[in-house]
């Protein structure tokens, strides 16, 4: 699951980068997103694997909504982290919210026992607010870091999270 918010206003910032990851894997796998209830759906083989690609038209404060009916015992969520540097990609299983609405919705709903594939946007300058940052275009080093993390995903579902941690969470 990527997480992000639909429509064109947020397409291109900082708190849809989950989103442009699955349009990634979508397009490196041929997926083709349809509607599905409270999420956009995307079929795609990963090798011997199926896999679906989601992004909630939830919003993103209430992306946990999004997965009722859906089965989420492998769920990999793609999401920003401003505690992360720019452009920097990191996987963790487990976790809290960190102050991030969409995983706060998620854990609410799911639990915390879930992967996650951090991708860094740091924090705003001063005097910026959190809200105005994260719904800012993203900077070119996050742009660089979308096909990392879905590399990064991709690796999760091909190896495991521990092997993936291993090889993306090594500072550079």
Known sequence: MGLGNPGRSYERTR?????????????????????????EAA????????????????????SGVALAGHKVEDLIVVHDDLDLPPGDVRV??????GGHNGLRSLIQHLGNDFVRVRIGIGRPP???????????????????????????????IESGPEATMNRFNVRS
């Open 43 to 62: 079929p795609v083989g990963f090798g011997l694997k199926n896999v679906t690609l989601l992004k909630p038209t939830t919003y993103m404060n209430n």
């Open 92 to 97: 963790k299983v487990g976790g809290g919210a």
């Open 126 to 156: 001063t005097g910026v607010t959190v809200t105005d940052y994260v719904l800012g275009r993203m900077d070119s080093a996050v742009k660089e870091a979308l096909p990392v993390a879905a590399d990064a995903v991709e690796a999760v």
């Open 15 to 39: 708190h849809n980068v989950g989103f442009l990851v699955a349009d990634e894997l979508a397009k490196r796998h041929g997926g083709s997103w349809r509607s599905k209830k409270k999420a």
